[in-house]
């Protein structure tokens, strides 16, 4: 059992800066493939990027791509997404989620969730 807590949302203009972290409970993090999700109001859930249980892989979501960067850090069980150049349709609530089937897009994969911390990003 995983229990995930996400922080450092809120509200920054475009063009800024953020990073969300996400502290998982536990002693089997490193075990886990992390993720990031986010849902717009009206919006399916969708990925946003995912590392494997190393750190030494990583995958993107093409619109976050060159924008984003995920990275963990096993020894403090925590999952961070570091969000630059921030655009209005980056608002959403994140959500992280570890799995332990890879490294996957589909949200079914993923085994436990956080509870999200909201991004709004004003233009």
């Known amino acids: 059992q995983v229990q995930l807590v996400e922080s450092g949302g809120k509200l920054v203009q475009a063009g800024g800066s953020l990073r969300l972290s996400c502290a998982a409970s536990?002693?089997?993090?490193?075990?886990?493939?992390m993720a990031w999700f986010r849902q717009a109001p009206g919006k399916e859930r969708e990925f946003v990027a995912a590392?494997?249980?190393?750190?030494?892989?990583?995958y993107y979501a093409d619109s976050v791509k060159d924008r984003f960067t995920i990275s963990r850090d096993n020894a403090r069980n925590t999952v961070y997404v570091q969000m630059n150049s921030l655009k209005p349709e980056d608002t959403a609530l994140y959500f992280c989620?570890?799995?332990?089937?890879?490294?996957?897009?589909?949200?079914?994969?993923?085994?436990?969730w956080g509870q999200g911390t909201q991004v709004t990003v004003s233009s």
């Open positions: 590392i494997s249980r190393s750190g030494g892989s990583t």
């Open positions: 989620a570890a799995g332990t089937a890879g490294i996957w897009v589909r949200k079914d994969r993923y085994d436990y």
């Open positions: 536990g002693r089997t993090f490193s075990t886990y493939t």
